[in-house]
Structure formats: C-alpha cells, structure tokens
C-alpha cells in the first residue's frame, strides 16, 4: 500500500468507523499537527477525529506527490450533507511513519461529485 492510499485509508477509517488500528500503525508515536491554530499530539488528534464520526464523509483523494518522507495529497470531504470541502494536506514521515501533517481546508459553493463518475453514496 502506498503512504497516500494508507494515510487516506488510515483517516477515513478513523472519521468514518471510529476504527483506529491502521492510525496507529502508520502514526508516529511523536506525531504532532496543527488543527485550527491549536496544536495536537497523537491522542488528541484522535479524539478530534472521533468527533467527526457520523457527521463527515470523506470523499475521493489525489495524491499529488509522494515519496519515502513526504506526501502531498487532496481530498474531498462533506459535512453534515451541504457543507463541501477541499482539503490539502502535507504529511512528513520519520522512520516511516507520519510524523506532522499541515492541512489547508476551503469550503467549497459547489458539489464536486456533480459532472463526476462518482457520488457521495460511493463513500459512505
């Protein structure tokens, strides 16, 4: 598996299930990132995540360049089935695992799945 396919795989199922054993795996131990201006070690980026379980469907993703110590990758989410966004996030590895992540969020006034071969339905 890919680190996008991984990472997307790991967050979706974290969001989506409340499942966090490929988290786990692939999460540093000393993982921090930045949500919202306030900063978050491993567990309280997973308490965030489970909020999230039921309100959020991840959509599909693009990897837009990966390799052994960098990700960069887009992804598509819908909030509560009207709010639509776009997200860009930079994922850093140590040892393999991912170590920080910066995500840009912009709250889109379209529906991406429209004109696309894929719906909403596809990922819930």
């Known amino acids: 598996m890919s680190k996008g396919e991984a990472f997307d795989k790991a967050w979706r199922r ?3 299930q409340g ?3 490929l988290y786990d795996e692939i999460v540093h131990p000393d993982y921090e990132s930045v949500n919202h201006g306030v ?3 491993k567990n309280m980026s997973k308490r965030v995540l489970l909020k999230r379980k039921g309100k959020v469907v991840m959509g599909p993703y693009q990897v837009l360049y990966e390799n052994h110590e ?4 887009q992804r ?3 909030v509560n089935k009207y709010v639509f966004i ?11 695992k991912v170590i920080s992540q910066q ?4 709250q889109l006034d379209y529906d991406p799945s429209e ?3 894929w719906s909403w339905e596809d990922y819930e």
């Open 14 to 16: 974290a969001i989506q």
């Open 19 to 21: 499942d966090f054993a």
């Open 39 to 41: 900063k978050l070690d």
């Open 70 to 73: 960098f990700l960069c990758i």
């Open 76 to 78: 598509y989410s819908r």
């Open 86 to 96: 776009s997200m860009l996030s930079g994922v850093s590895y140590k040892l393999g």
């Open 103 to 106: 995500t840009m969020r912009e």
């Open 115 to 117: 004109g696309q071969d």
